[in-house]
């Protein structure tokens, strides 16, 4: 729910300010969510996210579709959505780990947003989230490090290291040296 709130946020800020928009469609009809995701003004777009997300597996592949679309805030939807269905379903996608590198600096904070919140094979994620420890946006370098510090994974500690030591931004040094606590304290 969090990173719904945060997408719309983002949108908003991006797009202006939206009216909220009562749902146009009702049931899982995946095109025309998909179809709002792509099209949709900001309400519209938080409607799609979380429908399709409520969706689950049928939507997956429309999804993972639009992970290829232009628009980053489609990205982003796409990304927080998956994120959901593969939180409830136990489900990663390569895809979303490639996300991490996306050319957005939204859609690659999205996705290490996201990664540590799908149990299964989270550790998979590990050396791209660690490679996003390196991207020019602190707030992707947060989100990775607290990413990291969830998942777990004691082979991200010199990474984090070198972040909660180096970084020029205080608030992602404390994020850092957070995850190399929650590591550390992981048996």
Known sequence: MKKVIVFAVIIGMAIGSAAYAEKM????????????LKEGNFAIKV???????????????????????????????????????????????????????????????????????????????????????????????ENASESLGEIGDRSALEALDLLAKNDREESVRKSAETAIERIRSKK
């Open 25 to 36: 469609y009702e049931g899982e009809d995946i095109p025309k969510y998909i179809y709002n």
């Open 47 to 141: 409607d799609a996210v979380l429908s399709l997300g409520k969706i689950g597996k049928p939507a997956i592949p429309a999804l993972l579709e639009t992970l290829k679309d232009k628009n980053d805030f489609t990205r982003v939807g796409s990304v927080l959505a998956l994120g959901e269905i593969g939180s409830r379903e136990n489900i990663m996608f390569p895809e979303l780990i490639q996300s991490v590198a996306d050319k957005s600096e939204l859609v690659r904070w999205a996705a290490a947003d996201v990664l540590d919140e799908i149990s299964t094979d989270a550790k998979s994620s590990v050396p791209a989230l660690i490679e996003a420890l390196k991207d020019s946006n602190k707030n992707v370098r």
